[in-house]
């Protein structure tokens, strides 16, 4: 006989709900039959609609929230990055105005209270947000690199978007560069004496035929 709500064990007691480990007696040497349950179609996809909403009500990616990269190319995970980026710069720009710039202004309100700055002193000041992290940062270099160089961009602007302030970050290539020309060093990235190819800024393209066409018309000279 097969377990149904009516079954008894041997003590005529009924045997209603099982649990793991159970250990039950039943009458006239019945014994248990499970029912075999078929395995459950689409469940990845139904997990995977179930994330996207989440991600979506969010304003992030589905890669952001589960990890899952296996659906993503670049495009698609440029696109969605572009967009969830969006959503983080609102949020970046809330907390400046409502929290950092009013700490910044009451700092300086306690100071000038206190003599240690100049009353009136300005309450500018220019708040760096976090880089936005690169999908394909090589990608992106050519992109800012055209774009500065059309005009449509400032340097200014993509230092900002990297998360550096483009003044520091001009003493410190001057300094390298002094630094290297003090010791004599040349290196591939120095734009100021190797070309994009790795060749020399002032080479003469003609000194590497010249030493060949030298050699060939001494060649040719008759002998005495």
Do not use: H
């Amino acid at each position: 006989e097969t377990l149904s709500p009516t079954t008894t064990n041997g003590d005529g007691e009924l045997i209603d709900v099982m649990s793991p480990g159970q250990i039950a007696y039943l009458q006239n040497a019945g014994d248990v039959e499970f029912p075999t349950v078929p395995a459950s179609q689409g469940f990845v996809e139904f997990k995977r609609s179930q994330i996207q909403a989440v991600a979506t009500a969010y304003g992030v990616t589905y890669e952001m929230i589960s990890g899952d990269v296996s659906q993503a190319n670049y495009s698609s995970s440029r696109a969605g990055f572009l967009i969830a980026m969006r959503s983080v710069k609102k949020l970046q720009q809330v907390v400046i105005r409502q929290f950092s710039q009013p700490v910044w202004d009451r700092m300086l309100e306690t100071l000038e209270a206190l003599g240690k700055i100049p009353v009136g002193t300005s309450r500018e000041v220019d708040w760096q947000t976090p880089p936005m992290p690169s999908v394909d940062p090589t990608k992106d270099v050519i992109a800012d690199q055209r774009a500065v160089r059309s005009g449509f961009k400032s340097l200014r602007m993509v230092a900002a978007e990297r998360g550096q302030n483009l003044d520091d970050m001009l003493r410190e290539i001057a300094e390298d560069n002094r630094l290297m020309d003090t010791l004599g060093i040349v290196l591939d990235t120095d734009p100021r004496k190797v070309t994009l190819s790795g060749v020399d800024q002032f080479a003469d393209p003609r000194e590497d035929t010249a030493p060949e066409n030298n050699t060939a018309q001494q060649q040719k000279l008759p002998k005495d």
